[in-house]
């Protein structure tokens, strides 16, 4: 009778300890934990526009030109390019952009006068890629005659001629990285006095990033 009940309790070890549930619940595991929204950084190398307050100039403006005696007063809103910035009239203007044999070309076209533009071209770093060369290779293709290719820096614009009696006037800079660009402007002859002048106000607002 007592093997009986020393087999039953012994029994009753067993099962209890090979049926019962743990006390401590297994922990899934954790979650990779991801930075802040305002902590994650782009990829290194990727293009990021500065705004206008980082560049130090004003979101909007207003140019001043003066037509035949009289000054205009024309509201602007600041364009901010790949290594450049400049302002453009908030009304009149048709912009596009291309690529040509690896140059970058901003454009902006009159939508009162078609054979009015104002155009931004970005020449790629190149060690014989000087200003000088630039301008050199920037009238070699056009129907434009310039007097010379002395000055054309930025304030010194070149203004060439070519049969018809319209205008090609441009300017080069050098920016840090190396990067060429040519601010030009064309207009008709007739145009010379209104639209010669207001281009020419807008090119000398261009400015390079640092």
Known sequence: MKRVILSGILLT????GCGGTKTTAEKAP??????????????????????????GREDRAVLEVTVEGETEEVPAALF????????IPEEGWRYEK????????DTWESTLNGEV????RQYPASPDRTPDAVKAAFVKDRDYVFEDLMG???????TGTDEDGDFLSFMA??????????????????????????LA???NTFQLME
């Open 13 to 16: 070890l067993l099962l209890s």
């Open 30 to 55: 954790a979650p990779e934990s991801q930075p802040p929204a305002a902590e994650q950084t782009a990829p290194a190398g990727a293009d990021r526009s500065p705004t206008a307050a980082e560049l």
């Open 80 to 87: 901010i390019g790949q290594g450049y910035s400049l302002y």
């Open 98 to 105: 291309d690529l040509d044999d690896g140059v970058a070309e």
């Open 117 to 120: 533009e104002l155009e931004v």
């Open 152 to 158: 054309g820096s930025l304030g010194d614009p070149l």
């Open 173 to 198: 800079a050098e920016g840090a990285d190396g990067t060429v660009y040519v601010i030009s402007w064309e207009y008709p002859g007739e145009a010379a006095e209104g639209f010669g002048t207001r």
């Open 201 to 203: 106000q807008i090119a």
